[in-house]
């Protein structure tokens, strides 16, 4: 029994599209679109306290910097703000070579003409008009037929036209949006677009643009695809029009719609930097132009300092970047999962110089997006070994076998559970060495080495104070060791694994070493940083030994057996 209080049967799926041969889905993009913002207008809108002239300046020079080339800059015949901007743009000079300003205005004479008078001395500008065409705006706003609103779109176009005449030093380009297209019949939407480029007359050379905006999300992405290459492939004079997108978010599809409207047939895309915008936003640029740039596309957008953008969008809007953003987000390059980490830390040791990416969870190389390793891999109560060993081995050159791995995981999950959070790498690194570096009972306190023939090594330990001597020979100076420990005490104890590297280079490096000891049938493992090789090897060796039974209890028996004879 459906809840009167959530009832879907209140509600209509998106009429189907009457394609019969649709092409889209087979298309594969291959260059970046026409980019506009709207951050400056749409993008302040919607804001709990627009903008102050001041906030806009700032984001108006970020907007440059990071390449837009088309930037709709206000709404100057419904705001003083977005007035008293423009003409500081123009009258400042502040309009870079190659960058053309685009402002809105309803279909309404006294609106455009206070708009042209904002835009006078302008190189070039759009001037983009509007009004709404779909059937509940037509029956319940505006109660008039589609030949009314048609009407209402011609004559909003021969006030632009007539009012741009008036300023002939500028280059103007016209844009027209049957608001709400997505809720718009689609014969409709085409007959007052055609209606529209009729009054405008464009050509190839100087086409207008046809703004079709999404001004609410009310269907599936490949619906709005569909409605994009209907309308592409019954306009006349298809060669002399620009079609531009204008897509929200309403159901969380404003870049994939705007993707998949690309390979519809458009040419063009509105949205903003971060997708601010009304209800659920804009189409996000930085998302789409990503999207592109992982798929080796030039986004012709420079987005390599991500910060810049979060700090400056954030400041001038007050609105927070959700850490799980696409692409730029503080976490959407971490890994916790330990199969993650895994892979990850696998995959970058394997990835050439040169070659394709190829990285297991991360989609791009972060470093492009002005991203290091630091945030990649971090560890909490959910992960695994990868990411400790990863951490180690980055922040502090610390390689770990795997063994060793295998036996520090329980240790860093239980820190982890105990202050229920996250790990730093210098947290896991003094979980390392408080877990394996044991330098009591047992402490060498020197060793002579003799290579000739068979090793042999003479050590000199401390054991609570007192003096030990040991000799003993093998084929190395742990094997030698082992010898000695059994002639001194009467137990075999066996090296199971041992490892051991650098830590830096040059002549001051200390060496680290790691060994795995069978004691008694038990495996303990042991630890031990030096800056002589051989001294590395033989602590990490006590290290073992100490962290078993075997230092007091074996060292005890023998020393009461010594002192009874």
């Given at each position: ?31 970046a679109p026409y980019w506009a913002s709207v951050d400056l ?235 601010n915008g009304e209800r659920t936003g804009n189409m996000d ?281």
């Amino acid at each position: 029994m459906a809840s009167t209080a959530f009832d879907h049967r209140k509600y209509a799926p998106a009429e189907p599209v009457p394609l019969i041969n649709r092409q889209w889905p087979s298309r594969t993009l291959t260059q970046a679109p026409y980019w506009a913002s709207v951050d400056l207008r749409d993008g302040n809108q919607a804001l709990l306290e627009p903008m102050s002239v001041e906030q806009k300046k700032r984001l108006w020079a970020l907007l440059v910097k990071v390449g837009l080339t088309e930037i709709e800059i206000g709404f100057p015949a419904a705001s003083q703000h977005d007035y008293d901007f423009v003409r500081w743009l123009i009258e400042e000079d502040q309009i870079p070579e190659g960058v053309n300003i685009q402002v809105l205005v309803q279909a309404r004479e006294h609106l455009i003409e206070k708009t042209f008078a904002a835009l006078e001395g302008a190189k070039r500008a759009i001037v983009h008009v509007y009004n709404s065409t779909s059937k509940v705006q037509r029956e319940r706003v505006f109660e008039q037929e589609r030949e009314g609103i048609i009407g209402i779109a011609e004559q909003g176009a021969r006030w632009v036209m007539e009012h741009a005449a008036r300023y002939p030093d500028t280059h103007w380009t016209f844009q027209y949006s049957p608001e709400s297209f997505t809720s718009t019949e689609l014969d409709f939407a085409v007959e007052i677009c055609e209606a529209v480029m009729d009054v405008w007359q464009p050509t190839p050379e100087k086409p207008c643009i046809l703004n079709l905006p999404a001004t609410v999300e009310v269907g599936p992405v490949n619906h709005f695809a569909d409605q994009i290459e209907y309308f592409v492939t019954h306009l006349n004079n298809r060669e002399s029009a620009i079609i531009s997108l204008h897509t929200h978010n309403d159901r969380g599809g404003a870049a994939a719609a705007a993707e998949l409207g690309l390979l519809a047939g458009a040419d063009r895309v509105e949205g903003t930097l971060l997708g601010n915008g009304e209800r659920t936003g804009n189409m996000d640029i930085v998302t789409l132009a990503m999207n592109l740039y992982s798929q080796g596309i030039d986004p012709k957008l420079d987005l390599s300092n991500p910060d810049e953008i979060i700090q400056v969008c954030t400041e001038c809007t007050g609105l927070e970047v959700h850490p799980r953003h696409p692409w730029i987000g503080e976490l959407v390059y971490t890994a916790f999962s330990g199969s993650h980490q895994d892979a990850i830390r696998k995959c970058l040791h394997k990835q050439q110089e040169g070659e394709a990416w190829q990285v297991a969870y991360l989609p791009i190389d972060p470093k492009d997006l002005g991203r290091d390793y630091q945030a990649v891999i971090r560890v909490n109560s959910q992960s695994g070994k990868g990411g400790m060993a990863f951490l180690l081995e980055r922040d502090f050159g610390i390689s770990l076998p795997r063994w060793m791995t295998l036996e520090l995981a329980p240790h860093v999950q239980a820190a982890s559970e105990k202050t229920n959070g996250e790990l730093s790498s210098q947290m896991i690194r003094d979980i390392l060495l408080d877990t394996f570096l044991r330098d009591a009972p047992l402490t060498l306190k020197g060793y002579r080495l003799d290579r000739e023939g068979a090793e042999r090594l003479t050590a000199t330990l401390m054991h609570n104070g007192d003096t030990i001597a040991l000799e003993g020979q093998g084929n190395g100076a742990i094997s030698a060791f082992m010898d000695a420990w059994q002639c001194h005490t009467g137990q075999n104890i066996n090296v199971v694994d041992y490892g051991e590297h650098a830590l830096g280079e040059g002549s001051d490096a200390v060496a680290i070493a790691f060994v795995q000891l069978n004691v008694d049938g038990v495996r303990v493992s042991g630890m031990a940083e030096d800056g002589d090789t051989v001294s590395a090897s033989l602590k990490a060796v006590l290290s073992a030994i100490n962290r078993s039974s075997a230092a007091s209890d074996i060292l005890g028996a023998s020393q009461a057996q010594a002192a009874n004879a």
